[in-house]
């Protein structure tokens, strides 16, 4: 008697994987909203595939990965255009598809075929694939998803430059305000990787964007919402005083523009805002190329500002002695700029 029933199925091979999840991707166009068990059942299949294709990217906690395998999958993948698939239905799979699709996609985007890595390839090739999980972050459904998978392609110098230079970058100043906090969070840390994970990037942009930049990030940091305030200076002061940035920060800390708007959170009601206002409005300070204008504002509000700056105390730690020495060298600069004649007109 045979009992070859009893025998376990063979492993899918990788071609044979992308092929049922692309399949079963497809079979999604079909369904329609009055066929709800046709579409439950459709999106049940994709569930499946996705879990096996998650099991051969990275195993099932028992068995590793066949490491031919996995860069094999990445190629298919790819051949068979499966990648913008899965982008492109993201929005309609459920909870646990898109949780192990966010897991294979940032597998997926490190192999390696010879010296390329496929996935970023195909990317590059179909860059309109990077809007789509911009503006993704307007789905509340999969916004920190697109988060996570936006988050993994800026790892990638080509991927990161396509996405500042795009409109879609735009977008970003309008989804860190967004009223729910877990999704304006998320969308924030991926513009602070756009901004600070690519120096040269994010230099390049600047020098050709400066003034568009800015006047856009000015609004945050005046934003009613505290949140917003605070992660803003903080990033401002992170790519700002970059290295590759010097030229940037030395054309922004000439500008009294900006200026007042450090001198403005210097009074914010939050202590933390004071405190990080202070490291960039010391940098206008210490400058030792300040234009005449910027001289000017500061003789003018020269009492208030040492009121605030004598008020202002970075309280118990490290650093609290560190930043006592460092305002009191600007409360120094700031009297000799007091005293400095012709600054009145």
Not at 57 to 81: M, T
Not at 123 to 138: A, G, K
Not at 264 to 279: M, P
Request: glycine share 2%; with cysteine.
């Amino acid at each position: 008697m045979s009992f070859s029933f009893f025998k376990p199925s063979r492993p899918k091979t990788p071609l044979e994987v992308v092929k049922t999840t692309k399949d079963s991707l497809m079979a999604l166009d079909t369904k329609t909203v009055v066929e709800v068990k046709a579409l439950e059942k459709a999106l049940e299949e994709v569930e499946k595939n996705f879990a096996t294709m998650r099991c051969m990217l990275s195993g099932d906690g028992e068995v590793e990965p066949n490491p031919e395998q996995v860069p094999q999958l990445a190629s298919e993948v790819c051949k068979e255009d499966v990648l913008a698939l899965l982008i492109h239905k993201l929005p309609i799979l459920g909870w646990e598809a898109r949780k192990d699709l966010v897991h294979c996609w940032s597998i997926l985007l490190k192999q390696k075929i010879g010296s390329t890595h496929c996935c970023v390839q195909y990317i590059e090739n179909h860059f309109e694939l990077l809007d789509f999980l911009v503006v993704c972050y307007d789905n509340k459904e999969v916004a920190v998803n697109c988060g996570n998978m936006l988050r993994e392609c800026i790892k990638f110098p080509t991927l990161a430059k396509y996405i500042i230079e795009s409109a879609s970058f735009q977008l970003f100043f309008k989804f860190v305000e967004l009223p729910t906090f877990d999704i304006s969070s998320d969308a924030f840390s991926t513009f602070k990787d756009l901004l600070t994970r690519h120096e040269t990037v994010v230099s390049e942009y600047l020098t050709g964007h400066y003034d568009e930049f800015f006047d856009v990030y000015e609004k945050l940091l005046t934003s009613p919402n505290y949140v917003t305030r605070r992660q803003s200076l903080k990033l401002l002061s992170d790519f700002l005083l970059e290295s590759p940035n010097s030229h940037i920060m030395k054309r922004y800390i000439s500008e009294v523009r900006y200026l007042k708007v450090m001198m403005t959170l210097l009074k914010d009601s939050s202590k933390n805002i004071q405190i990080s206002a202070f490291h960039i409005f010391k940098v206008f300070v210490a400058n030792p190329n300040k234009p005449r204008e910027v001289k000017v504002i500061l003789a003018r509000n020269h009492e208030k500002l040492l009121q605030l700056l004598r008020n202002l105390s970075a309280g118990k730690g490290a650093d609290d002695e560190q930043f006592e020495e460092e305002k009191e060298l600007i409360i120094v600069e700031i009297e000799r700029v007091y005293r400095l004649p012709n600054l009145d007109s």
